[in-house]
T-cell receptor, first 113, second 111 residues
Framework: EAQVTQNPRYLITVTGKKLTVTCSQNMNHEYMSWYRQDPGLGLRQIYYSMNVEVTDKGDVPEGYKVSRKEKRNFPLILESPSPNQTSLYFC????????????FGPGTRLTVL | QKEVEQNSGPLSVPEGAIASLNCTYSDRGSQSFFWYRQYSGKSPELIMFIYSNGDKEDGRFTAQLNKASQYVSLLIRDSQPSDSATYLCAVNTEYGNKLVFGAGTILRVKS
């Protein structure tokens, strides 16, 4: 089954404790991105990747890191989480361009205390 | 000014009616426009895209684009309770490989 998977789905952590949210797709997609969704603000892009080893900032990259060492994986790293990073996070992928159909993962709900 | 603006709603329509969802955008150079549907607790899924001025129909859905007015809309004919969801407008800006999303409009279809 073609899908985007994220882990964990739910995470409660404390300020300053490094964490990684994994994202994996099995569709051989080149384009992958991370979004956060907050009430009243909609989806905002954090980082995106056009291909392996090619990443770039989205609209809200502060406090986040990403890497793209393999085509299928695009982990999101929070080196020192803060409460303002409490949000719902979605990973998405598309075949090549951002204008291709974006396939979203199931979401990760993160709470930083 | 937000780059992509939508009325948050909720928009309530009776079953069988036409639901009209609207979106305005600020980047005049935007080329591609998308409507995603998001059910409560679920991830967004693409339902329509439009690139050219005018109307594009797909089943009960019609997307309308007016680049001069920087306006894109989604019409849902014969609305069903299963259409109740949040509808997200997304725009590909002229520069950069990204989509900018509006905050979404909540649609409620009452039976």
């Amino acid at each position: 089954e073609a899908q985007v998977t994220q882990n964990p789905r739910y995470l409660i952590t404390v300020t300053g404790k490094k964490l990684t949210v994994t994202c994996s797709q099995n569709m051989n997609h080149e384009y992958m991105s991370w979004y956060r969704q907050d009430p009243g603000l909609g989806l905002r892009q954090i980082y995106y990747s056009m291909n392996v080893e090619v990443t770039d900032k989205g609209d809200v990259p502060e406090g986040y890191k990403v890497s793209r060492k393999e085509k299928r994986n695009f982990p999101l790293i929070l080196e020192s989480p803060s409460p303002n990073q409490t949000s719902l996070y979605f990973c998405a992928s598309s075949s090549r361009w951002v204008t291709d159909t974006q396939y979203f993962g199931p979401g990760t709900r993160l709470t930083v205390l | 000014q937000k780059e992509v603006e939508q009325n948050s709603g909720p928009l309530s329509v009776p079953e069988g009616a036409i639901a009209s969802l609207n979106c305005t955008y600020s980047d005049r150079g935007s080329q591609s426009f998308f409507w995603y549907r998001q059910y409560s607790g679920k991830s967004p899924e693409l339902i329509m895209f439009i690139y050219s001025n005018g109307d594009k129909e797909d089943g009960r859905f019609t997307a309308q684009l007016n680049k001069a007015s920087q306006y894109v809309s989604l019409l849902i004919r014969d609305s069903q309770p299963s259409d109740s969801a949040t509808y997200l407008c997304a725009v590909n800006t002229e520069y950069g490989n990204k989509l900018v999303f509006g905050a979404g409009t909540i649609l409620r279809v009452k039976s």
